[in-house]
C-alpha cells in the first residue's frame, strides 16, 4: 500500500464532501439535532400524568390519597366526578391517561383495619407510559397505607437504590446510545454514496486504469469517514456531557477506542452497500433498509433481555448491540476493558470480518 | 520484462478473446502497434473496440489469448502496465465537484508527477486546455470541448509513453473534434503511442494505422491511403433526381455489389467498370429517373469499411 495514493484520495474526499456546503450541516449540525430529539422528546421518565379522580368517600383520607398523588409530581388531576363512567369517557377520549376510583367506604374501612381498597384505571393502549405509571402509584399507595395503617410496618420492606443511574433518569441512559446509531449512520452513508459516484459518474474506471490499487482505493475511500466518525462522537458526546449533563463516569479515551472498533463495522457494511447497488438512489435505500433493523435489534430503544430468544441470539451479530453495551458501561458505571472484554472482542471481531469480506469483494468487482 | 514483445513493439495482441456468457465480445483479434504510432481503432459500436481497450488497460481479464503493452504483461503484470499509460475514456471522468486545477492536483498526486515537476506540468495542462484564467473554476460548469481537452492533459499529466483513447471525442461538434486532434498531435510529438478508438470515419484519416473492427473481429489493417487503395472494386458516384429509387433499382441490378445512400448522392459498387458505365444510365432511363451525373470516385473509408465487411461475409453491426 502506497501512503501517498492513500493521501491523494483521502484529501479529494474530503474536498469532495465539503465542496457541497450542506454536507456540513449533514455531518455535524443533523447528529446534534438527533441527540437533542432523543434527549428531550424521547423519554421514558413520566411526569404529570393526566389522572381523573373519583372520589366517592369524599372524606379528609380520600383527599390526602389523592394529595399524595400530586405531590408525588408523576400525576396531575384533570378532572374530578362522582361517576366512574365519567372516568371511563376520560380515559376513552385520553383526556386522562390514568382514573383513579376511591370506594364509599375507603375511610372507614382504612379507620377499622380491614384494610381499603382504591381502584386504578390505566390507559393500556401506552402500555410504557401505563407500566411506569402503575409502579408509582403502587408505591404511593402503599407508602398511604403504612402511615395511615395504624403504624404496623409490612413484614418486609422493599428499600430501593438504583445503583449506576440513581436518579433513574431515560436521558442518562438514552443519549450515549445516541451516539452509537448517530456514527453508525454516518459510516454507511457516506462510504456506500462515495463509492457508488464515483461508479455512476465512470471516475471508478479512470482511477482503476491508474496504479491505485484496489486496497489504496478501500483505504481512501474509509478512512475519511472514519475521521468524520470519530469527530461525530466526539461532538456528540460534548452534548451530552455539557448540554444535558449525563455523567461520564469512564475513559473517553476508551469511548473513543471502542467508537473506532464500531465503525469498522460501519464502514464494511458501507463497502458491502456499494457492491450491491448500482445507483446512488439504490445505496441510499439499502442503507436505510440495513439500518432500521440495526437500530431495532440494538437495545438502543427495547432492551435485548425482554426480545423474544430468537431475536436475542440475533442481536449477537449486530455490532450497535455491543457497542451501546460497551458506551453506557462506559458512561454510567465507569465500567474498563476487563469488564467489557467479551464485547470488545466481539466488536472487533465484527468489524474485520464484515470489513474483510466486504473488502475482498468490492476487489473482485473492480479488479 | 516479457520476452514476446520486441522493444519497438509498444502495444501487442495475441489471439485476444473475451466472452461475455453466450455473446464474443472480441473473437481471437491480434495486432502490434509500433512505438510512437497513432493506432486507429475503427468500427461501429458493438464491434468490440471498447472491450479490447479494456482488456489492455487492465480493467477486463481476457477470456484467453495474451497482450503486453509497453513490453509488459497485461495480466501478469498489470501494475507495469498502469504505470506506463495514460487512459481516457467515451465517459468523461473528471471530477465535476473539483475545480480544474484541484482535478489536476489530484492526478499529479496519483501518477506519481515529481513534486519538483508538477507546478509545471500544471501550467502546460491549463495551458493546452485554455483554462489558465479559469483555473478554480469546477470542472463541472465547463463546456463538454474543453472538459475534453482537461481530461486529455490530465490523462498525460505523467507523460506516459502510451495513451489509450476511446472514443474521445464522443459527442463533440466537427470542430472542437479537429482542435482534439491537433491537440493529440502536440502531446505525441514527443513519441508518444496512441492508441484510439473511434466510429467517426474522418477522424480515422488522422491516424498512421486504422484496424477495421466488425462484430468482435479485426477485418482489416494498414494505413488509411493503403486500405483506400485496396478496396479495388470500382467505386461511381450517382447524381440523380430520386435516389431512393435508384438505390431499390440498382441493388437489384446484376453486377452490382452494393448501393447505397451517400448524402444526397449514392454509391455504388461495381464488380466491371465497363459494363456499369454501359448498363446503369440505361437502366435509370428506362425506370423514367433522371441522371445528372455519373463520375469514378476513389473510396471513402466508409466505403472501404463497407467493402470489407461485405469480404469478410457479415453485415456491420448498427
Known sequence: MNPGRVWEMVRKEFLQLFRDPRMWRVVFIAPVIQLLVFGYAVSTDIKETATFVVDHSGTRASRELVEAFTASGYFRVVGRSQRPADAVRALDREEALVGLVIPVDFAERLRDGRGAAVQLLLDGSQSNTATVAQGYAERIVQNFGVRHGGGAAPAVDLRERAWFNPSLASRNYNVPAVAGAIIFLVCLLLTALAVVREREIGTLEQLMVSPLTAAELIAGKTVPFAIIGLADVLLVTAAALFWFRVPLVGSLALLMFASLLFILSGLGIGLLISTVSKTQQEAFMTTFLVFMPTILLSGLMFPVSSMPELFQWLTLANPMRHYLEIVRGIFLKGAGVTAMWVQFLTLFALGAGVLGFAASRFRKQVG | ?318
Open chain 2, 1 to 318: 520484462m516479457s520476452a514476446q514483445a520486441p522493444n519497438d513493439i509498444a502495444v501487442a495482441a495475441q489471439e485476444l478473446t473475451r466472452v461475455f456468457g453466450s455473446f464474443t465480445a472480441v473473437d481471437r483479434v491480434s495486432f502490434a502497434v509500433r512505438r510512437g504510432e497513432i493506432f486507429g481503432f475503427l468500427g461501429p459500436n458493438g464491434a468490440g473496440k471498447t472491450t479490447t481497450i479494456k482488456m489492455l488497460t487492465g480493467l477486463l481479464a481476457p477470456s484467453s489469448g495474451r497482450g503486453s503493452v509497453a513490453g509488459y504483461d497485461i495480466g501478469a503484470q498489470s501494475e507495469m502496465v498502469k504505470r506506463n499509460i495514460g487512459y481516457m475514456s467515451q465517459l468523461f471522468s473528471l471530477y465535476a465537484d473539483l475545480t480544474v486545477e484541484e482535478n489536476i492536483a489530484f492526478f499529479s498526486g496519483l501518477y506519481h508527477v515529481p513534486r519538483e515537476k508538477r507546478a509545471a506540468r500544471r501550467d502546460w495542462v491549463l495551458e493546452v486546455a485554455g483554462l489558465t484564467d479559469r483555473r478554480t473554476r469546477l470542472t463541472g460548469e465547463l463546456p463538454l470541448g474543453i472538459k475534453q481537452r482537461l481530461a486529455l492533459g490530465c490523462a498525460v499529466l505523467h507523460e506516459p509513453p502510451i495513451l489509450f483513447l476511446d472514443e474521445p471525442t464522443s459527442g463533440v461538434d466537427p470542430l472542437s473534434r479537429r482542435r482534439f486532434w491537433d491537440l493529440i498531435y502536440t502531446l505525441t510529438a514527443g513519441g508518444t503511442t496512441v492508441f484510439v478508438s473511434t466510429h467517426y470515419m474522418e477522424e480515422a484519416e488522422y491516424c498512421h494505422r486504422l484496424a477495421l473492427m466488425n462484430r468482435g473481429k479485426l477485418i482489416a489493417l494498414d494505413a488509411p491511403a493503403r486500405l483506400r487503395a485496396a478496396a479495388t472494386e470500382p467505386l461511381f458516384e450517382l447524381k440523380t433526381d430520386d435516389s431512393l429509387k435508384t438505390v431499390k433499382l440498382l441493388q437489384r441490378m446484376a453486377g452490382v455489389r452494393e448501393a447505397a445512400m451517400y448524402g444526397r448522392a449514392v454509391h455504388v459498387a461495381v464488380a466491371d467498370r465497363a459494363q456499369a458505365r454501359a448498363e446503369i444510365p440505361r437502366r435509370l432511363k428506362q425506370e423514367g429517373v433522371a441522371l445528372h451525373g455519373m463520375d469514378e470516385i476513389a473510396p471513402s473509408l466508409e466505403d472501404v469499411f463497407v467493402f470489407r465487411v461485405r469480404e469478410a461475409g457479415g453485415a456491420p453491426v448498427d
